[in-house]
């Protein structure tokens, strides 16, 4: 199994893909190439349920970035006139 975040699909071929997602549910998907979905984020574990190789470009949202630590802002070495 593994995750994405919130994205968009957008399929290159033809295909149906089963999905199983955490707990044991799944569903199958049928998608057509240049079809493009959104998709929220997700935990699952896809099997290609075709004959034939199934091309999918994903382009996954940025999550906000969380700010670092202040413990390291502080360790950060800032360079002085003397350097």
Do not use: C
């Amino acid at each position: 199994m593994h995750r994405h975040p919130n994205s968009v699909a957008i399929f290159q071929t033809d295909g149906r893909v089963k999905f199983t997602y955490p707990g044991g549910k799944s569903e199958e998907r049928g998608m057509k190439a240049g079809q493009a979905i959104w998709t929220p984020a997700t935990k699952h574990l896809p099997e290609n349920l075709t004959d034939s190789d199934t091309e999918v470009i994903v382009v996954e949202m940025k999550t906000r970035r969380r700010p670092a630590p202040r413990s390291l802002l502080t360790q950060t070495r800032h360079p002085t006139s003397s350097d």
